[in-house]
Each structure stands twice: as C-alpha cells, then as structure tokens.
C-alpha cells in the first residue's frame, strides 16, 4: 500500500469532492478527514523527501516517456505542504458560515486536489490539465456569492487565465516538437541536443510559458485580474487564492525554468535577469498601489503582488541563498497573507464595512484578533521577531552576494512603503469609533457570533506560525533546504 | 415550445437511432474512432433534441433532471473506483487487470471498456444536466 501514497493524496480530496455532493450533512467532516488524510499521508513521506529522496509512482504502471508519473521530491513536498496545510484552515474556517452549501466544499476539495496534482505530476501537459482543472474551480470560488461584483471579478480572472494558460499549452506543444516527449525529465535530458540546433525555438517556449505563468503569478503588467478576484472572493477562498493559489503558479515556473529548461540554458536566454526585473517592477509598483487603497482587501491584495515581487527577485538571483529565501519567502507570504486575510473576513463582519476607515474600534473589541492581524502584518512589512524579516533578510545577503546592491535599496523602498500602508490600518484599528449606531451588515449579508471557536482558531494557529517562524526560522529553511538543494543539482551539472 | 407534428414526429422517430449510435461509439471507442466522450455527447444531444421539440416539461418526466444530476456523479464515483481496483488487484492506480483479449475483439481493451462507459454515462448527464439548467435558469442573474 504504501507504494501508492502518491496518487492517494491526490484523488483522496477528489473522492471526497464527490461524495460531498452526495450527502448533506456529513460535507464538512468528509472534507475535513479526506484533507487531514491527505496530509498524513505527506507526512509520512517526510523522512525520505528530507533525506533528498525521491519518489516516483507511475500511473497504470505505464513508465515516461510514455506514460504519467507522479514525481515527490524536495520542491513538491514543500510546496504540497503549504496547499494542503492552508486548505484545511480553510475548511475549518468556514465551518461556521451556513451558506457555503455542499458546492462550495465540492469545488474546494477539487481545487486542492488538483492543486496537489500540479506540484506533484511529471508530465507537463498533464500539469496544463490539472492547472485548468483548479482555474476553473477557483473561478467559481470567487462567483460562489453570485453578486454582480463577483460574477465581474471571476468572469475577467476568467479571461485573463485562459490567455494565460493557453500561453502555456504554445509553449509545452513547442517544447514537445522539439523533444518528442511530455516527461519533463526526458525533456531536460533532450532538450539541450534541441538548443543547439534550434534556439528560437527553445526561446519562444520559455517565453510562452513563462507568459502564461506571469499571467497566473500576477506580475506586474500582468496583474489586472488580481486585485479584484482576491478581494470579492469570500474572505476564506481570498485567502486560499493569495495564500496558494498564486504559489502554484510559481511553483510551475520553477519546476519548468528549473527542471526542464536546466542548467545552462537559464543563463543562456538571460532568464534570471527577466525574473528579477520582473520582480522589482512588480514589487514596486504593488506596493504603491496598496498605498492608495481606501478598501481592506483590496489593500491585502495589492499587498500580494508586492511580495511576490520578493519571491521572484529571489529566484532571479538564483544563488542557494537567494532560492532559499524565495523558497521561505514563499511559505511565510502563505501564513501570512492567509492569517492577513482571515482577520480581514472577520472584520468585515463585524464592522460591516469594507473600508479601512470604517474598522475603528475594532481593535478595542477585539483585541486577540487584531494582535494577530498586527503579527501578520509587521511580518509583512519585514520586521525582525516575525517571519517576513528572516526570509526578506535571506534575500537581501544573497543580493549583496551576488553583487545587486540596488535590489537591496529598492526591497527596503517597498518595505518602507508597505509599513505606511499596514500601519495605516494597524492606527485606525486603535482609534475612537465615531460615535454611531451602524447595523453590523454581513459580506454576505449574515451575522457570525464573534466568540466562534471555527473562526478564530485557523487565526491563532497562522499567527502563532508567524512568530514559530520568525524566532526559530531554521524550521521554515529546513524545510526549503531539500528543495533548494534540488534546483541548485540543476543548475551546476 | 411547440413544434410542428412532422418535427415531433421526425424527432421521435431519430430518437432511438441517435441513442444506438451513442451506445456504439461509446462501446467501440477504444477499436475505432469515438469514446466515452464523444458518445456520451452524442447521448446527450439526443435528449437536447427531445426536450427541443416535445418542450422541456415532457422530456423531463422521462429523463428527471434528478436522476440525470445523480448518473453524472455516479460516472465519476465509478471511473475512480476502477482506478481504486487496479491497487486492490495488484497494479498501480488505474492498472489493467482484465484479460487483454485478441486485438479487435470488443472485450480487447482490458480496462477501456469499462472507462469508456463510465465516462459516457457521466458526460450523457452532464450534457443534458447543463441545458436543462440553460434553459430552465434562463435570464435570471
């Protein structure tokens, strides 16, 4: 049985996502159980994925090139973790909101499974299969609440993913005519003979693909659809959007630029040097966006296009120091926003408003979940006992290192900018309520009792994951460590 | 929706036919070209031309949007569940564990068979599941 394990963490949550359509009653524990096994079973492969193993299970037992396999090393695990961590919060958070029916658990389960089939496939027109599987589930996700601003919000995600995704299917039919196969270890093993005979060819893949998964990542010309899909999403999938969903984007360009195209060819076609510049453009031009937002999660949102700016200028220096601090980057960007975005929901509910000038007060109320909310954000910000310092801190050496001082001057620019926004909400949450009797007005039109156990307890174990993080960040860089050490066997042969 | 007798009747009269040929797809799918997907399409655009001419209100006491939301789920659970068979059998997730057969011969296939009508009995439903929605929700949002 436990040859299988691969392929059971991924089609657990999806014999799940259809048993929930099933029943009504039991769709809560079903999810719930299916996910926590899921993440059992990951678990149980720690000891062997740390020890830079790698495993590999073949579907219908047929052998690449021809046949799908299913591939867990450093970078899968890590990022598989992060998924399926978050989505069982997410689960758990919305427990007590009574309108998600049986759909939403449906089209959640199905989002996370396929998201755990993308880190985990070695075939890369499967990984085109399962990324459009989990756009379209997360596409519903943000209409779930069927308002106008929603149905707009998912209909140009909509667009925009397609163009992007379709970029990225160009991309793998160029890489499949140049190498005959779809395994994307045949293709690094294939693709070198191919460069050497047709460059323009090997170039318009990456640039396709890399297209596509700018699309996907929100990079900064790219960025159109963001703000609105992660801020009229309900506050548990907005969180699962910025928390993961983006990540998997990255992990495919990592995956592709990383594995498939190796070794010389990424400093060939100057790659590193696209990503970083990218990575400045992006982080900077979110941050200052983020500035000028008057709305709570639309804040949050441009925030998370500023961070990923971080996490792309780490991959675009390329050093071990600098993958591993993209790497942790992106994990801590995953608590954080996450816990970000709770509070957020929560706020919301209370305060009826989605404007940050109308939460004042708030933190007065409540002072458990703004503490969090304040933990999260200086974690944000970069600022030293929370997570965010240790991982923008990595960045940062390994800039100095590798002789881009200016990306250094600039990460501080953004940090800067985004404490004047964070600090902004963090004030507001300390001032004096204006004195008058608003009718507290659900997101979604209900009132959730304050003290739910469901509500707050995703929150306190993401911040207490915050600070876990920032004091002893040798957990977090354990962890990247195999993965790390995985990319870097690419790229010096 | 009310057609002419001769287009009610034409429908009728093609209706079994379409159906064959949706079954023969479907069960020859893996010797020659079709599949479940296509033959359930072609299952499914038969009961779209019913509910086209006898209007939807007929066709859905025969065909309940009930059962045919039920059938699609029933195709997916089914198409795991042969997946779930091959580990039980020894193989790999998704591994053969029927007899090949001699090539050409309907039972050849090994597992495709059983596939192939899975998924047609799930994209039957699903087709006619998404325009009985079309036309029933139509307007509203």
């Known amino acids: 049985m436990s040859i299988h394990i691969p392929i059971l963490i991924i089609i657990l949550p999806l014999l799940a996502a259809f048993l929930v359509l099933l029943t009504r009653k039991y769709k809560i524990v079903l999810a719930a159980v299916s996910i926590i096994t899921s993440i059992v079973f990951t678990l149980t492969l720690s000891s062997r994925v740390l020890s830079n193993d790698k495993i590999t299970y073949h579907l219908g037992g047929w052998r690449g090139p021809l046949g799908v396999s299913l591939v867990i090393d450093g970078l899968g695990f890590f990022f598989s973790l992060i998924a399926l961590g978050l989505g069982l919060l997410v689960i758990i958070y919305s427990i007590p909101e009574k309108r998600y029916s049986r759909t939403y658990y449906f089209l959640l389960l199905v989002s996370l499974s396929s998201m755990i089939g993308v880190i985990y496939t070695a075939d890369i027109f499967n990984m085109y299969v399962f990324y459009e599987l989990l756009s379209l589930a997360v596409y519903l996700l943000i209409a779930y609440p069927k308002t106008g601003v929603t149905l707009r919000a998912s209909f140009s995600y909509l667009i925009m993913g397609g163009v992007g995704l379709s970029f990225f299917l160009l991309g793998v039919g160029f890489l499949y005519a140049m190498t005959g196969t779809l395994d994307i270890f045949h293709i690094a093993e294939r693709l070198p003979a191919a460069f050497n005979s047709s460059m323009q060819m090997v170039i318009m893949s990456f640039v396709l693909i890399a297209t596509g998964m700018g699309i996907k990542i929100a990079v900064f010309p790219l960025h159109g659809w963001l703000p609105d899909a992660h801020s009229m999403a309900p506050s548990p999938v907005s969180a699962l959007l910025s928390g993961v969903t983006v990540k998997i984007g990255i992990y495919c360009l990592i995956r592709v630029v990383y594995t ?209 993080l920032g004091i002893v960040p040798a957990l977090g860089i354990s962890l990247a460590k195999p993965a790390v050490s995985l990319l870097l066997s690419y790229v010096v042969p | 929706m009310g057609s002419s007798k001769i287009i009610r009747t034409i429908a009728q009269k093609l209706f079994p036919f379409i159906m064959l040929f949706g079954f023969y797809l479907i069960s020859n799918g893996h010797l020659s070209p079709g599949g479940g997907f296509q033959g359930g399409v072609v299952l499914g655009t038969a009961i779209i031309l019913l509910a086209l001419s006898h209007g939807i209100e007929q066709t859905e006491k025969i065909f309940k949007s009930r059962w045919l939301n039920m059938l699609e789920k029933l195709g997916i659970l089914t198409l795991i569940f042969l997946g779930f068979l091959g580990i039980f059998f020894g193989y790999s997730f998704l591994g053969n564990f029927l007899p090949l057969g001699r090539p050409g011969q309907i039972t050849s296939g090994g597992l495709m068979l059983p596939f192939n009508i899975a998924i047609g009995i799930k994209v039957a439903a699903g087709v006619s599941a998404i325009f009985y929605a079309l036309i029933k929700y139509r307007g509203e949002i």
């Open chain 1, 260 to 468: 498939a195209f190796s070794a010389e060819m990424f400093f060939l076609i100057n790659s590193h040097n696209i990503l970083m510049v990218l990575g400045v453009v992006s982080l900077l031009f979110g941050a200052s966006m983020a500035l000028a937002q008057k709305d709570l999660k639309r804040l949050l949102a441009y925030s998370t296009i500023n961070q990923l700016g971080v996490v792309l200028i780490g991959l675009g220096i390329g050093t071990e120091m600098g993958l591993t601090g993209a790497l942790f980057h992106v994990l801590n960007h995953a608590i954080m926003k996450s816990t970000l975005f709770f509070c957020a929901g929560i706020m919301i509910t209370e305060t009826g408003t989605r404007e940050v000038k109308g939460l004042s007060g708030f933190g007065r109320q409540q002072p458990a979940i703004t503490f969090a909310f304040i933990v999260a954000s200086l974690g944000m910000i970069g600022i030293p006992p929370v997570n965010g310092f240790a991982s923008k801190w990595l960045i940062c050496l390994a800039a100095v290192e590798a002789g881009y001082t200016i990306l250094v001057v600039i990460i501080l620019v953004a940090s800067a900018i985004s404490a004047a926004y964070y600090f902004r909400v963090i004030q507001v949450l300390f001032s004096n309520p204006p004195e008058q009797n608003h009718i507290p007005a659900h997101e979604e039109g209900q009132v959730i009792h304050k003290g739910n156990l469901f509500r707050v307890l995703p929150i306190y174990i993401l911040a207490a994951g915050c600070l876990l």
